[in-house]
């Protein structure tokens, strides 16, 4: 067991956790966040992903031993860290019509949100890149592209 430390959607918490624990796994039986979906237990599907101090990864092959001292912020993270609003990415992916059935979008979300804190004038080029590690079931990528694009010209704007 080792005790870890760590920042998760902007609060202090501190477990005991078993050597072998991955983050997936902690945020949902020790948090209840489900926000992240375990899928393919290896790091390829993108439906588990959280920001680890700002970089979207996936939380199936972090081990939460490896987080003390970090911050992780999930999907249920971001509207309270966002002053209680949804975070311009959110508002851009409902109101282009990308929320489809909903499984991939959180990780999906959270990708374009550390995409576009890097590159806030993106590409259509780019953005297929940035998601290329999220896959979507319902294959429904092209209202994902123009949310994603529609956050950025936001987030530019500063909306």
Same mark, same amino acid.
Request: charged letters at 20%.
């Given at each position: 067991?080792a005790v ?14 078993d ?7 902690t945020l949902?039986?020790r948090?209840?966040?489900?926000g992240?979906?375990l899928?393919?237990?290896? +790091?390829? &599907?993108?439906?588990?992903?959280? @920001?680890?101090?700002?970089?979207a990864?996936?939380s199936?092959t972090l081990? #939460?031993?490896?987080c ?13 860290m966002?002053?209680?609003?949804l975070h311009?990415?959110?508002q851009?992916?409902?109101?282009a019509?990308?929320?489809?059935c +909903?499984? &991939?979008i959180p990780?999906?979300? @959270? ?6 804190n890097?590159?806030?004038?993106? #590409?259509?080029a780019?953005?297929?890149a940035?998601?290329s590690g ?7 990528y ?12 936001r987030?530019?704007?500063g909306?």
């Amino acid at each position: 067991m080792a005790v870890v430390n760590f920042k998760l959607n902007g609060n202090d918490v501190t477990i005991d956790v078993d050597a072998k624990e991955r983050m997936i796994d902690t945020l949902r039986k020790r948090f209840h966040l489900t926000g992240a979906k375990l899928t393919c237990g290896t +790091g390829d &599907c993108g439906a588990c992903t959280v @920001l680890y101090n700002g970089k979207a990864i996936r939380s199936c092959t972090l081990l #939460t031993c490896m987080c003390d001292g970090q911050e992780i912020v999930t999907i249920e993270g971001l509207m309270p860290m966002n002053g209680g609003k949804l975070h311009p990415v959110q508002q851009a992916f409902m109101e282009a019509g990308a929320i489809q059935c +909903g499984y &991939c979008i959180p990780g999906m979300i @959270l990708t374009t949100v550390a995409f576009l804190n890097e590159n806030k004038n993106p #590409t259509t080029a780019q953005i297929r890149a940035a998601i290329s590690g999220n896959l979507s079931r319902c294959s429904g990528y092209v209202k994902i592209i123009d949310a994603v694009k529609l956050a950025a010209k936001r987030m530019r704007e500063g909306a």
